[in-house]
DNA sequence: ATGAAAGCGCTAACAG
DNA sequence: CTGTTAGCGCTTTCAT
């Protein structure tokens, strides 16, 4: 590993020539820069750019805290982010919490030292954010994606929850179904409680009751969908549907089903939000609240560098990202009304 | 952000002073160190290593160059490797190639200009290999994962790919399937060359000929899978089964299937090395060969760092890692067979 | 036990 | 146009 001292040496000239020659700060006359770059080739020399960070105070790097990237639903959000960090000149380092504070701690500070320019955060559920004030005290900006940190404020991009969940439960009804139960994310997430808002929203402005024996709260994680699933297979006055909050979730409550035997939607139907894994075409009868993950991890991204550099000032921002529906394959109770009143066809 | 400098300046001391109080390395009165400590909260310092790192030649950052973060065989790898290099103090820095080589040249030298100690990679397939040499020659140390870049001799950790296989193709024979077609991956890659292989060792153990008519190559993606599987499923004779050499193009295969009403295993059996996203549980009726992949990264995360710190010398290692054969579910063949011989029922 | 000062690799002023 | 040199923030001798 050569550095710029031994090619201004070899070449026989100046580390201020051979910079220049380098980067083109200033004209540097032919031969020289003939004699630099044939130094260069001989040394094999790659410039580093780590000793001018230590000047400039930017190193391009940005920070992705993710709570697992197994999650099915966070490697678009990092291709997305990637993509247009690496379009801009940016290093992404992508690190996973396990939706640990603790880890999403050291993770906070092991950024910090290595003083990346900005972090985008889907944080751990924890209430405890001295580390992330900490860290936007001392200059490194921060946007939160798919959940805002609670009594942080920065700008954020993110699903809207509450018109998702709702459409997402109005659909069901729309099929006729009233027992629709709901599997909720773990309730001190934001993204959690605005889904669990659309579901009563959705009820409510049908005319139903909302019914608390209906009302599970999950972890977003597979086992706990899994759990639900079986409690919810096994009730005496089993609901008609099921809203599951998230994909994972979902997973686990459609093996539970499978398990016991019981039939969706035949016997009872499932709606949750995407991230379902795999693909969704093999699940079919599953109606899913499409989320824009590669969109969500592009624009907080593009965002952050906006911030990172300037161009984007002023308060904080929360962006609401659209999802879209995706109804499952016709379920018994809609094709039965159908049959009855065919206009019905085009929804 | 304030420097050293100034936390010395307040508290009245040295930077030696600081930096030592800081780090231990030298004893430092009482005093002075409380007299630090008060400058450090007050002025919110937080050291940054970037600066050493100058000197020091040493970032303790790791570079995890995949194919796509998106196809499910590849997060699990990353969790493996980023715990392992947590726990020793080493930041991942994780990238996406999208089997493109110019990216991947791309990403080597944005790694390369930031000095990481190390990279672990799943080469793109290309032969242009140039930029590792060089990156090599430099000083960064290389471990290959899941595939090895033809042409570089580094350490590597991989799936026993012909055993794998081989094991595969075996169960599929060994209930009684004999026409068994194959969709390979890119056969520039050494482990789809592999798979291959072991297809073409259990047919010869069995005593069955390799018909070229039944051997498909793919390049690993969904959609190839897709697009083959419905060729196949076409045949005017159609195989009674197929391996397929990874998930994600299984994934694309049961789909053409199921647009064509084809039934599995009824029909036709499918085999498929792991990596099928979502949950193998919900494709109960598909034979996996089970990879690893937690500990393919974690593995190779290991050896990078203990090259890096040379606690490992020495010629290269390939480290092959066994699979585990999880057979589908009972396919009618089969059953029939237990039928009339229940001792067999152990297998 | 403390302070002073030499670098690490590189860029950016500033002289010539 | 080209060379010199002063830092950037931090660790680490080396004196004191």
Redesign the pocket.
Known sequence: MS???EVAKRA?????????A??G?????Q???ERVAAAIRDLE?Y???I??E????QTCMLGLILPDITNPFFPEIMRGAEDRAFERGYLLVTANTDEQLDREQQIVSALRSRRVDGILLAGASGKNTHHIRAAIQAGIVFVCLDRMTAGIKTDGVLLDNVHGGQSCVRHLIGQDYREIAIITGPLQLQSAKERYQGYQAALREAGIKLAPALVFEGDYRKESGHLLGRKLARMRRRPEAVFVCNGVMALGVLQAFEELGLRSPEEIAVATVDDLPGDSLLHPKVTTLVQPSYEIGSRAAALLMDRVEGKLTGAPQVIRIASTLRAGELEPKHAAILASNPSKARN
């Not at 026989?12 to 220049?20: E, I, R």
């Not at 700060?25 to 006359?29: G, K, L």
């Not at 230590?54 to 105070?57: A, E, G, L, P």
């Open positions: 550095t710029i001292v026989g000239v100046s580390v201020g020539t051979v910079s220049n380098l980067r700060t200033a004209r540097v006359s031969e020289l820069r020399y410039p580093g750019r000793s001018d230590v000047k400039i105070k």
